[in-house]
């Protein structure tokens, strides 16, 4: 451990190596910190724990160290890395008045693993792993890039980001933007609060934020879309399989379809009007703000709902 002259300043480097078979689990449990996760050419699970505090003594800093010691265990293939404090008092007061507390763990584990990860204030990123992924923290960004298998992640108020994962994708932010590229499989998707958007997913979507912007673009699947107050673009393929539902409370929708596209559509605003590109089959008496009718003699469902904005599709 090493103190600044001025300013109170201590570090502290933990590694850690055990050998472990393919399949295994990798447990993170830590107050505070970010978390990263990657995988190796090896049988082994290899933890990198770096974590840095400032306060008006170094005699605190090694305290608050000591109490909130990082803790290693191992049962058969699973791998547990904690870091709880003891003392909960005065919590809030550790990032008050001057003084910073930082965390990083940097871990390595066999291409097919499991991770359950928790932090209480610090980002998570996992790369490359084949296997569950659970993920949660309470303020960070998530980031998540070629992961294979069941993915459930969450965070109180950071960003969201998914690329090129495949399985079930479950993600989940209080109030950051949410984005997923590439990939396959089923995903929901949601935000409190930011711009969410689904981009080349193969497999069907659910996306849902509070007050942000909506994207979908090229998603062959079911698609679910709703926020409660931004506008909505879809970019939708020539062939729809499988039901689209979009739907704004205060925004407009602009979706762009190729022109040989045959679906049934059924669009309706409170509040602007409706216009299309694409020659629709009215059915019923028409009406401002509402059509409904075939397109190219009908097929899957396109419903569209905006509750104060126009509606328009557009030839792609």
């Not at 502290?12 to 689990?25: D, H, K, L, S, Y």
């Not at 003392?87 to 990083?104: I, P, Q, V």
Request: charged fraction near 20%; proline fraction near 3%; hydrophobic fraction near 30%.
């Amino acid at each position: 451990m090493t103190a600044s002259a001025v300013l109170a300043t201590t570090e502290e480097q933990i590694n850690r190596r055990f050998a472990v078979q393919p399949g295994g689990t990798l447990v993170v449990e830590v107050d505070f910190g970010a978390i990263k996760v990657s995988t190796n050419a090896t049988s082994e699970v290899v933890v990198d724990a770096w974590r840095k505090v400032k306060r008006k003594s170094k005699a605190a800093e090694e305290a608050f160290l000591k109490e909130s010691a990082v803790q290693f265990s191992q049962e058969g293939t699973t791998v547990t890395v904690r870091s709880h404090r003891e003392s909960r008092s005065n919590w809030s007061s550790l990032w008050s008045g001057g003084t910073s507390t930082e965390g990083r763990y940097t871990i390595t584990v066999p291409a097919q693993f499991n991770t359950q990860l928790k932090t209480g204030g610090g980002g998570i990123t996992v790369t490359d792993l084949t296997g569950e992924v659970k993920a949660h923290t309470g303020g960070g960004s998530l980031s998540m890039a070629r992961v294979q298998g069941p993915l459930t992640g969450d965070t109180g108020g950071g960003g969201v980001e998914a690329t090129d994962c495949e399985g079930t994708v479950k993600l989940n932010t209080g109030g950051g933007g949410a984005h997923v590229r590439g990939g396959g499989g089923s995903l929901d998707l949601r935000t409190g609060g930011g711009g969410i958007s689904a981009k080349k997913f193969d497999g069907p979507v659910r996306l849902q934020t509070g007050g942000g912007d909506l994207t979908v673009e090229h998603v062959p699947g079911e698609i679910n879309g709703s926020t409660g107050g931004g506008s909505i673009q879809a970019v939708l393929p020539s062939e729809i399989a499988a039901d689209v539902k979009l739907s704004t409370a205060g925004g407009g929708i602009t979706v762009s379809i190729p022109t040989t596209a045959a679906f049934n559509l059924d669009a309706k605003t409170s509040g602007g009007g409706v216009s299309t590109d694409l020659p629709v089959t009215v059915v019923g008496k028409m009406e401002h703000g509402h059509l409904e009718g075939p397109v190219n003699g009908g097929g899957k469902p396109v419903v569209l709902r905006s509750g104060g904005g126009s509606i328009r599709l557009k030839k792609l």
